[in-house]
């Protein structure tokens, strides 16, 4: 697999995120950011292809995964928390867990830490 991210910040007082994934027979297109949630969601399976807004976007992620029709409150994390209910209907232990967000932060400290004081941080 190869990926690449490439993040552009400028004087532009403009927000603008787009995530596009390419793979083999397929893609993924995430569009039109709001500050909370993307608005569009564009994927290519095979022949399949699939445009989806805001709203249509919980309904697809609820449907594949066979969960019932509610309308959880959209905002930061909304995928995550869905992935978070699912994984206690199953009864299966949640991913990510404690673990890896513990570790995410320790990251996050170092970095912090290696700017205010102007040095390299091994972790």
């Given at each position: 697999?190869?990926?690449s991210l490439l993040s552009i910040w400028n004087n532009v007082r403009m927000d603008e ?14 569009d039109g950011y709001t500050d909370i949630y993307f608005n569009k969601f564009e994927y ?80």
């Open positions: 697999m190869v990926g995120r787009r995530i596009e994934i390419f793979f083999e027979n397929g893609y993924i297109v995430l290519l399976i095979g022949r399949r292809k699939k445009r989806l807004k805001a709203n249509e976007i919980i309904e697809e992620y609820q449907h594949v995964k066979n969960y019932p029709l509610m309308t959880p409150t959209r905002g930061h994390y909304l995928f995550e928390n869905l992935s978070f209910m699912e994984a206690i209907i199953k009864e299966e232990k949640p991913y990510p867990g404690l673990e890896i967000g513990y570790r995410a932060h320790e990251i996050i400290e170092a970095a912090y830490q290696s700017s205010r004081e102007n040095i390299r941080i091994s972790i």
